[in-house]
């Protein structure tokens, strides 16, 4: 079981942070972004093995529900699409959109979504 702990950080970067503590035990590498996080999820590296069965409990997960919320979110498209490339500006506008007009995923949807798209991991929102 790996417990990610939503009083331990307050945005993505402190996410990233803290499942990299948590999923990235002794191992130099960190996630810093949201495929890199897609990645640890599939194991051979850091806490658990491939195609390990893995339970993640997410404690004060309706902290993080909020501090990765609509602002935040809002906030991550406009900084990519001022960056401009590497990102698809186009795609992240329309994302962008959805999110102002109701039918967009929060960050915090989109790491759930991340995570449940792996079968042999079991989330716990707590």
């Given at each position: 079981?790996?417990?990610?702990?939503?009083?331990?950080?307050?945005?993505?970067?402190?996410?990233?942070?803290?499942?990299?503590?948590?999923?990235?035990?002794?191992?130099?590498?960190?996630?810093?972004?949201?495929?890199?996080?897609?990645?640890?999820?599939?194991?051979?590296?850091?806490?658990?093995?491939?195609?390990?069965?893995?339970?993640?409990?997410?404690?004060?997960?309706?902290?993080?529900?909020?501090?990765?919320?609509?602002?935040?979110?809002?906030?991550?498209?406009?900084?990519?699409?001022?960056?401009?490339?590497p990102f698809n500006v186009?795609?992240?506008?329309?994302?962008?959109?959805?999110?102002?007009?109701?039918?967009?995923?929060?960050?915090?949807?989109?790491?759930?979504?991340?995570?449940?798209?792996?079968?042999?991991?079991?989330?716990?929102l707590n």
């Amino acid at each position: 079981m790996a417990v990610i702990n939503g009083s331990h950080f307050s945005n993505l970067e402190g996410f990233y942070e803290e499942v990299s503590n948590v999923l990235m035990k002794d191992v130099e590498w960190k996630v810093g972004t949201l495929d890199g996080f897609d990645d640890i999820l599939y194991g051979g590296f850091g806490v658990f093995e491939n195609n390990e069965e893995l339970e993640i409990v997410w404690k004060d997960s309706q902290k993080s529900k909020e501090d990765l919320g609509f602002d935040l979110t809002k906030e991550f498209y406009v900084n990519k699409i001022r960056q401009g490339k590497p990102f698809n500006v186009k795609l992240i506008q329309q994302k962008l959109d959805e999110l102002i007009g109701g039918n967009g995923q929060t960050l915090f949807e989109i790491l759930i979504e991340i995570i449940e798209s792996h079968k042999k991991i079991t989330i716990i929102l707590n």
